[in-house]
């Protein structure tokens, strides 16, 4: 069983930057694919990142592309989010997801999930 804490969200002005971490528990971390998706009221949970177990390979929605990294260290059980150039149309509840990591990056994107996080709240003011 994975147990996923997301933190880090808050609020920030347009332009400004927010890292996201997720702590996961379990002793088999790096044999996990890691993610983030997103859901905005009135709005469908949407994909953000993915990382491979190794952090080798990333993979990332168009909308965040070239603002957003992802990265993970796996001695610390940790994976991170780093937003920066945030936008408002970024707000929304940022969500640390998990799967085996004999899934691709492209599988992960479906978000057909075992492993989830609580969530945490970004809020981007114009």
């Known amino acids: 069983q994975v147990q996923l804490v997301e933190s880090g969200g808050g609020l920030v002005q347009a332009g400004g930057s927010l890292r996201l971490s997720c702590a996961s528990s379990g002793r088999t971390f790096s044999s996990y694919t890691m993610g983030w998706f997103r859901q905005a009221p009135g709005k469908e949970r949407e994909f953000v990142s993915a990382i491979s177990w190794s952090g080798g390979d990333t993979y990332y929605a168009d909308s965040v592309k070239g603002r957003f990294t992802i990265s993970r260290d796996n001695a610390k059980n940790t994976v991170y989010l780093q937003m920066n150039s945030l936008k408002p149309e970024d707000s929304a509840v940022y969500y640390c997801?998990?799967?085996?990591?004999?899934?691709?990056?492209?599988?992960?994107?479906?978000?057909?999930?075992?492993?989830w996080g609580q969530g945490t709240q970004v809020t981007v003011s114009s």
């Open positions: 997801a998990a799967t085996p990591s004999r899934f691709s990056l492209t599988y992960f994107t479906r978000g057909s999930l075992p492993f």
